[in-house]
C-alpha cells in the first residue's frame, strides 16, 4: 500500500478555483491508477477523476470541463485542479491510488463552495 496525504482544500465562492494536491508516500511511476472521489453529507462517494499510469484520465459528467486531474511522477504527487467551482462541488475530496491489487485512501480534505 501506499501512503496518501491530501491538501489545497478550503472555502471558496462560486466560479472560483481550487487546486488540490495528493502526496504520496513513495513512487507513483508504476501505480495503475490514482485519483479524487468525494463525499458530500448524506450522499454516497462518488468518483471524480481518475489518471491512469499511461496518462490517460476520465472524469464524471458533472465536473468534465472545469475539472483536470494530473500527476506529477517527480514529485510523487497528484493534483485537481479545479475551475468554475460550483456550491454543489461541496464535499470532502478524498485521493485514491489502485496498485497490486490494493487500493489506498488518503484522509480527505474539506470543499466548501458558497453561492
Known amino acids: 500500500q501506499v501512503q496518501l496525504v491530501e491538501s489545497g482544500g478550503g472555502l471558496v465562492q462560486a466560479g472560483g478555483s481550487l487546486r488540490l494536491s495528493c502526496a504520496a508516500s513513495?513512487?507513483?511511476?508504476?501505480?495503475?491508477?490514482m485519483g479524487w472521489y468525494r463525499q458530500a453529507p448524506g450522499k454516497q462517494r462518488e468518483l471524480v477523476a481518475t489518471?491512469?499510469?499511461?496518462?490517460?484520465?476520465n472524469y464524471a459528467d458533472s465536473v468534465k470541463g472545469r475539472f483536470t486531474v494530473s500527476r506529477d511522477n517527480a514529485k510523487n504527487t497528484v493534483y485537481l485542479q479545479m475551475n468554475s467551482l460550483k456550491p454543489e462541488d461541496t464535499a470532502v475530496y478524498y485521493c485514491?491510488?489502485?496498485?497490486?491489487?490494493?487500493?489506498?485512501w488518503g484522509q480527505g480534505t474539506q470543499v466548501t463552495v458558497s453561492s
Open positions: 485514491y491510488a489502485d496498485s497490486r491489487g490494493l487500493r489506498s
Open positions: 513513495r513512487s507513483i511511476f508504476s501505480i495503475n491508477a
Open positions: 489518471i491512469f499510469s499511461g496518462g490517460s484520465t
